[in-house]
């Protein structure tokens, strides 16, 4: 089947999501330098990630078939502080201990770049029960938090850390599907239609 957008994304999640919802896709790779600009707000950031990686996404895919381009990107955020993918297991249980029996929120901005740039973002709020240092080193082992911001996926076993969740299961995920529904629908995608 022909894909109907690029994916500028790596994240294999954001792949199944989008085949979840039936909208064929084709995965190109970009290296954006990820870095919060100094006293840039989580949102703003995770909207300019979004759309730094549609872009880059754009100017990989200048020489081939013109598809819509997606790009998205997705922050834990905890008080004012962005917390990202954990470098190692001390980084990752110092992020457990901080989420350990607070509500935090998780923020993905979504892009889309065909004639026009698009966003939009979700905002979700993630309430962990308390976790034990024990628990919070034994995830570290089972090796689901490497690659994951905040040091966790709710997709996997990190579902048995979140005591509530008011907002999207998908954007927490890493890919919001209704407001990317929304951005596809603007550039004639039509997610139903697609199954």
């Known amino acids: 089947m022909q894909p109907q957008i690029y994916l500028a994304s790596n994240s294999p999640r ?3 999501l989008l ?10 790779g970009v290296d954006v330098d990820e870095t919060p600009l100094p006293g840039e707000a989580p949102a703003e950031y995770v909207i300019r990630m979004a759309l730094t990686k549609a872009r880059a996404g754009v100017k990989r895919c200048e020489s081939v078939a013109h598809l819509p381009v997606l790009g998205a990107d997705t922050a834990v955020v905890a008080g004012q502080q962005i917390l990202g993918k954990p470098k190692d297991q001390d980084e990752a249980i110092a ?4 989420l350990s029996d607070t509500t935090h929120k998780v923020l993905t901005g979504v892009a889309v770049i065909d004639q026009h740039e698009e966003t939009r973002l979700s905002v979700s709020h ?19 938090p490497a690659d994951k911001a905040g040091g966790y996926g709710i997709q996997g076993v990190g579902a048995l850390f979140i005591a509530k969740l008011e907002g999207s299961f998908s954007g927490v995920m890493g890919l919001p599907l209704f407001e990317t529904a929304e951005l596809l629908q603007r550039v004639g995608i039509q997610p139903l239609e697609c199954r």
């Open 126 to 144: 993630v309430r962990f029960r308390p976790v034990s240092r024990l628990e919070a080193i034994a995830y570290w082992q089972s090796g689901e």
């Open 14 to 16: 954001r792949r199944e």
């Open 95 to 98: 992020m457990m201990e901080r």
């Open 19 to 28: 085949t979840q919802i039936g909208v064929h896709h084709t995965v190109i």
